[in-house]
């Protein structure tokens, strides 16, 4: 049974779910649901165990530690059944070179024990779908990366699933590619589809997921819709400033205004930000002052460092 | 054990049916090596060397050495296509190209997979076995039909050598690594089980040695087929292999379940 907590049904919940490889603790105790319908975010530098999540979802890794509950089954008990629901496109590419564009997704189609005609009209309808229909006979290496990307996209809808799980979908994708990607998830997200998405692309989380959270070694740090975390961590607008002149500090400091510093700038975080950009410019110089809109990408990178990870 | 039994199911036939159609959209490079190789080997062993060796005793009558060696080399041939496909080829599209995790993401379990790799195994060794048999049959060196039931057991050994080679695929790290199990198990047992002679001019000890070599099996098992003799001695033979098939595919299963899915 699906559980149904304030009319929201839950399609994912995960309960002090963790995984261990050896000695390395990917995912640590980590608790969160997914809803139905809506589009769940999965965001934090590589490593942080993004793809160990959700692999755990859709039944490829056992959960080591805690409980998963998909579609109301338990991962460990139901994976047949999890996984003949759900669509999963993987981060890497795993289309089957040995077989044509339309045989990747007959032979697919087979292994969900859909019927021959079925599987016809259905593999017609998704090559139109994701605009691959003239190139149903191409072999898999013939295809641009984006194209492939869209073929996994149609693979994982071959069974009409409730719950697709996408990893890093538009990386690597050109600004056009991904906008296509973007426009599929939301047709999808209208008929119903809840979504579970990993990506390193803020724009991209900001404007499909209605709720994210963020992980770093494999711990959740934060969780919220995306507006919100913006407005509760960041406030509304930053003024960035490309210097490092102590000078510049004490003054904010003597402003009791929030900040952050790097190598090379100083972030601050403000709510309208106009009173102290003229201030600003006017003590330090305005060229190398400018104000902007608060970002996701101002939430992930305060909440996760400036460092490169391992 | 029982888990993983559990966990196998008529879904693997659906790898099966993957690799045969990936078989038939390329069946002329598939078909014509497998077609040409007995008579590469009937043409060198047979009559080449034939030349050279009188005829064998066999079950205490004379034979020609070619209807000597025809029998092992459809043994060889079944080893062969067995073992290679579970090998190299599993390892490609395992490791490669992916296609165990693409189908992982289905209603297929693991066990589904790796048993119909298995499948797709013993079945390449049928098909190399049938074709064996048929040039065989054509130039009158096989009992016929009797020796019809080389096909079954084809499969059956089919099974034993694709079984043993998922256990190496199971292991190696990188495709060249599988020279080891090529150089120190196929290449003896190809020499040594009793193809190109007698086992019985072997020493004592070396005898011993031969019958751990699941090759000596079939090709003692497949002679007396081919030849027409049937001896309860057949049974146990296949029984031994079974016997292996059965052990390997679980020790297999169990290798590949932790190597793919920690
Ligand atoms: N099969 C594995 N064996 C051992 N360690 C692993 C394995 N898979 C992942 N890890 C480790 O688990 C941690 C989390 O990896 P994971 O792939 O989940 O990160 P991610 O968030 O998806 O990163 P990325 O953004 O780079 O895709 C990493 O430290 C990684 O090295
Ligand atoms: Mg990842």
């Known amino acids: ?305 400036r460092e490169l990870r391992e | 054990m029982k888990r993983i039994l559990k966990n196998i199911s008529w879904r693997s036939l659906r790898v099966w049916q993957r690799n045969y159609d990936v078989y038939l959209a390329t069946w002329k490079v598939n078909f014509i090596p497998p077609l040409l190789e007995p008579f590469l080997y009937l043409l060198a062993f047979g009559v080449g060397l034939g030349q050279l060796v009188n005829d064998v005793t066999y079950n205490s009558t004379q034979i020609s050495y070619l209807k000597f060696i025809g029998p092992g080399l459809i043994a060889v041939a079944i080893m062969n296509h067995g073992f290679f496909e579970t090998t190299y080829a599993s390892f490609v599209r395992m490791y490669y190209q992916k ?35 048929i040039v065989m049959i054509f130039f009158n060196l096989v009992s016929f039909p009797f020796s019809l039931w080389v096909l079954p057991v084809s499969f059956i050994a089919g099974m034993t050598f694709s079984s043993m080679g998922m256990c190496f695929t199971a292991i190696v790290r990188n495709i060249e690594m599988f020279n080891f199990p090529v150089f120190l198990f196929i290449t003896p047992m190809f020499l040594f089980s009793g193809v190109f002679f007698p086992l019985s001019t072997l020493p004592l000890w070396a005898q011993y040695v031969a019958w751990f070599l699941p090759l000596t099996f079939l090709v003692s098992a497949i002679r007396a087929i081919a030849l027409g003799i049937f001896s309860f001695n057949i049974l146990l033979q296949l029984l031994v292999l079974i016997f292996i098939a059965f052990i390997c595919t679980l020790l297999c299963l169990m290798m590949m379940k932790k190597r793919l899915l920690k």
């Open chain 1, 1 to 305: 049974m699906l559980n149904n907590i304030n009319n929201k049904i839950e399609m994912v919940k995960a309960s002090k779910l963790a995984k261990t490889f050896y000695n390395i603790i990917a995912v640590n105790n980590v608790n969160f649901s997914v809803y139905k319908q809506e589009c769940f975010g999965l965001l934090g530098p590589n490593g942080a165990g993004k793809t160990t999540t959700v692999r755990m979802i859709y039944c490829f890794l056992e959960p080591s530690g805690g409980e998963l509950i998909v579609l109301g089954k338990n991962v460990l008990k139901n994976p047949r059944e999890i996984k003949s629901c759900i669509g999963v496109c993987p981060q890497e590419n795993n289309l089957d070179p040995d077989l044509t564009v339309w045989d990747n997704l007959r032979v697919f189609a087979r292994y969900f024990d859909i019927g021959r005609n079925e599987a016809r009209a259905r593999c017609e309808e998704l090559l139109h779908f994701v605009g691959l229909f003239n190139k149903k006979d191409s072999r898999i290496d013939e295809l641009s990366g984006g194209m492939k990307r869209r073929l996994i996209i149609a693979r994982s809808l071959i069974n009409k699933p409730n719950l697709l799980i996408m990893d890093e979908p538009t990386t690597g994708l050109d600004p056009q590619g991904k906008h296509q990607v973007w426009e599929t998830i939301m047709q999808l997200k209208g008929q119903g589809t809840t979504f579970v998405l990993t990506t390193h692309y803020m724009d991209e989380a900001a404007h499909l997921c209605d709720r994210i959270v963020i992980m770093d070694k494999g711990d959740i740090i934060m969780e919220g819709r995306p507006r919100e975390l913006v407005e509760n961590n960041i406030g509304s607008n930053v003024i960035e400033i490309y210097s490092s002149d102590s000078e510049i500090e004490n003054y904010m400091k003597s402003k009791n205004l929030k900040y952050e510093k790097t190598k090379t700038h100083y972030y601050i975080y403000v709510k309208g930000g106009e009173k102290e950009l003229t201030e600003i410019c006017e003590r330090f110089g305005s060229e190398i002052c400018s104000l902007r809109m608060a970002n996701l990408e101002d939430v992930f990178l305060k909440s996760t460092g």
């Open chain 2, 99 to 133: 296609t165990f995790d693409a189908i992982l993401s289905t209603p297929l379990t693991i066990e589904d997979v790796v048993f119909g790799e298995l499948l797709w195994g013993a079945t390449k060794s049928l098909f190399a076995g049938a074709i064996m048999l």
